[in-house]
T-cell receptor
Framework: DAKTTQPPSMDCAEGRAANLPCNHSTISGNEYVYWYRQIHSQGPQYIIHGLKNNETNEMASLIITEDRKSSTLILPHATLRDTAVYYCIVRVFNNAGNMLTFGGGTRLMVKP | EPEVTQTPSHQVTQMGQEVILRCVPISNHLYFYWYRQILGQKVEFLVSFYNNEISEKSEIFDDQFSVERPDGSNFTLKIRSTKLEDSAMYFC??????????????FGPGTRLLVL
């Protein structure tokens, strides 16, 4: 699976959009971008994933650049409960049974 | 909403003792996983399990570890002779490759294991 690079930490004001970047310049054509988050030692929580088109669900939006070498997770109206470590993970499509490789992630602090 | 559950939430054991960590995956899921996270470190993959056999395992998953699906609902991780360095949070996850989410793994809340 391709390696990802994320900033170690970010701050965001409550109610504002949080934009979390991820670089995955070595991504292959069959690799998806997945985002998970971990709130204070709880189990990682799935957020969203995508291949090349932008994706949106009830939690977040995922913007993937046209060359697929980077992506941005957007939390449109961050709340204090969104304070967590956010992980960007690249893995092969439908590679069921294979591991998720977690990096250091981005520690997002949402401030009042 | 279905979720992965794990028991116990906390376990304290003496070095050398055997422990069994239990997980109940989401009911229609077919793939099961164990991960661990040592305090302050990254989440690390241990093992994946499908159709009553191990699909993949990491270097961490040595002979001290074993997994089992003893019945239709539980998935267990056994550590035969615990070591101090086994102290960690252990997360179970499950996935359904047939879902529209293209094999998304859903994690349980974890079991915090402390080896003394």
């Amino acid at each position: 699976d391709a390696k990802t690079t994320q900033p170690p930490s970010m701050d965001c004001a409550e109610g504002r959009a949080a934009n979390l970047p991820c670089n995955h310049s070595t991504i292959s054509g069959n690799e998806y971008v997945y985002w998970y988050r971990q709130i204070h030692s709880q189990g990682p929580q799935y957020i969203i994933h995508g291949l090349k088109n932008n994706e949106t669900n009830e939690m977040a939006s995922l913007i993937i650049t046209e060359d697929r070498k980077s992506s941005t997770l957007i939390l449109p109206h961050a709340t204090l409960r969104d304070t967590a470590v956010y992980y960007c993970i690249v893995r092969v499509f439908n590679n069921a049974g294979n591991m998720l490789t977690f990096g250091g992630g981005t520690r997002l602090m949402v401030k009042p | 909403e279905p979720e992965v559950t794990q028991t116990p939430s906390h376990q304290v054991t003496q070095m050398g003792q055997e422990v069994i960590l239990r997980c109940v995956p989401i009911s229609n899921h077919l793939y099961f996983y164990w991960y661990r996270q040592i305090l302050g470190q990254k989440v690390e993959f241990l093992v994946s399990f499908y159709n009553n056999e191990i699909s993949e395992k990491s270097e961490i998953f040595d002979d001290q570890f074993s997994v089992e699906r003893p019945d239709g609902s539980n998935f267990t991780l056994k550590i035969r002779s615990t070591k101090l360095e086994d102290s960690a949070m252990y997360f179970c996850a499950s996935s359904d490759p047939g879902s529209i989410f293209q094999e998304t793994q859903y994690f349980g809340p974890g079991t915090r294991l402390l080896v003394l």
